[in-house]
């Protein structure tokens, strides 16, 4: 278990002690936060089909963003490090850059209906090794993390949904997804990597800017 002041950093130390909440701060420590993944954690965790992952860059500029795929597409290696793969997208490679710069992410693991949530805190590197990238059917590589600190996070706030399904893009347990509508935009043709080129006319054509945001406006994308 960290030490509170090796958890908290001076900024923080300064703001609780603003509004009279060092104590308490320091006993939420002491109560749950762990540097190791607790076995109700673990079921949690493998149960999720989607977490929110945070990352910054050197600049200590940070992104958010959502991962959604198959339950279980965090796996636990061990109570201390985790896997999880990343799947085709924009190109842009934003959160993967952010890890790859500066190791540093943030990861939450939420259940809207109960609801639940845990915050993992990690050190983390980019792989393509060919036994981990098997475990992800689909992935253009895989992101491990080793566990600096792990807590259940208040739930009180938390606005109660309802799941309705599963995204179709989902690569299935041979890595195949459909062609996501964004890559027919017209615009983007000449750009497009080159696994992609051609695929849009096999695909019922290119579509221009605007029917690509009435597909969006629609929930077709």
Known sequence: MPSPDDFYSDSQRKIQAEHDSVNLADAVVAAIVSDEIQEEQIEFISARDYFFLSTVNAQGEPTVSYKGGSVGMVQIVSTTKIVFPNYDGNGMFYSMGNTNETGKVGMLFIDMETPLRVRLQGTASLSTDVDLM??????????????????YNCARYIHKHKRVETSKYLPNDKGEQPFPAWKRIDMLQGVLQPKDIGKAELEGGSISIDQYNEKVQRGDS
């Open 134 to 151: 098997s475990r992800f059917p689909g992935a253009n590589m895989v992101v491990e993390v080793d566990v600096d600190s792990v807590f």
